[in-house]
T-cell receptor, first 111, second 113 residues
Framework: QKEVEQNSGPLSVPEGAIASLNCTYSDRVSQSFFWYRQYSGKSPELIMSIYSNGDKEDGRFTAQLNKASQYVSLLIRDSQPSDSATYLCAVSPNTGNQFYFGTGTSLTVIP | KAGVTQTPRYLIKTRGQQVTLSCSPISGHRSVSWYQQTPGQGLQFLFEYFSETQRNKGNFPGRFSGRQFSNSRSEMNVSTLELGDSALYLC????????????FGPGTRLLVL
């Protein structure tokens, strides 16, 4: 069983702060990592993908991957109330055919 | 490109009935995956179809089945509905590139009474 674990939260941060979301995974063959954002009542939408160790930045979002520690994180800088959502971590083996999702972390950005 | 579409968007059924949900992937995508999402369990993988063949399957009972047509559209069927089947059913499509991500449709919200 390939497990993906996230803190369920809720995580609350003030507007303008940095939100840090963490994800650990159990399967060492996992090679592709994704962060999705899901607003209440909506379907998940892709925020970022990362495949190599290190940091990947896209606007206010930074994904960090450490395969040795089996750990992937998402940093949201200058958090906005519109960032309030559930963030899902997903991992996929090298074949990329099946995705394994964490249960998500609920983030609330307080104005 | 149009996104993933799912029909119907909402459905109310009673216990014992069966239901069929439909998913049309992004044009050119041959992989279609189905997920069940409930507040308590999160996103649970049901199965994945690729070129009309089931390629992966999650841990769901045989009441849950699916198929994929030659145009990559997919259907999911749940027979003998139970109250616990009430959930958001999400379809996601993916291209053939190994590292490409999945893109989700809007989902079908099923309520079993």
């Amino acid at each position: 069983q390939k497990e993906v674990e996230q803190n369920s939260g809720p995580l609350s941060v003030p507007e303008g702060a940095i939100a840090s979301l963490n994800c650990t995974y159990s399967d060492r063959v996992s090679q592709s990592f994704f962060w999705y954002r899901q607003y209440s009542g909506k379907s998940p939408e892709l925020i970022m993908s990362i495949y190599s160790n290190g940091d990947k930045e896209d606007g206010r979002f930074t994904a960090q991957l450490n395969k040795a520690s089996q750990y992937v994180s998402l940093l949201i800088r200058d958090s906005q109330p519109s960032d309030s959502a559930t963030y899902l971590c997903a991992v996929s083996p090298n074949t990329g055919n099946q995705f394994y999702f964490g249960t998500g972390t609920s983030l609330t950005v307080i104005p | 490109k149009a996104g993933v579409t799912q029909t119907p968007r909402y459905l109310i059924k009673t216990r014992g009935q069966q239901v069929t949900l439909s998913c049309s992937p992004i044009s050119g995508h041959r992989s279609v995956s189905w997920y069940q999402q409930t507040p308590g369990q999160g996103l649970q993988f049901l199965f994945e179809y690729f070129s009309e063949t089931q390629r992966n399957k999650g841990n769901f009972p045989g009441r849950f089945s699916g198929r994929q047509f030659s145009n990559s559209r997919s259907e999911m069927n749940v027979s003998t509905l139970e109250l616990g089947d009430s959930a958001l059913y999400l379809c996601a499509s993916k291209g053939d590139i190994v590292r490409e991500t999945q893109y989700f449709g809007p989902g079908t919200r099923l309520l079993v009474l």
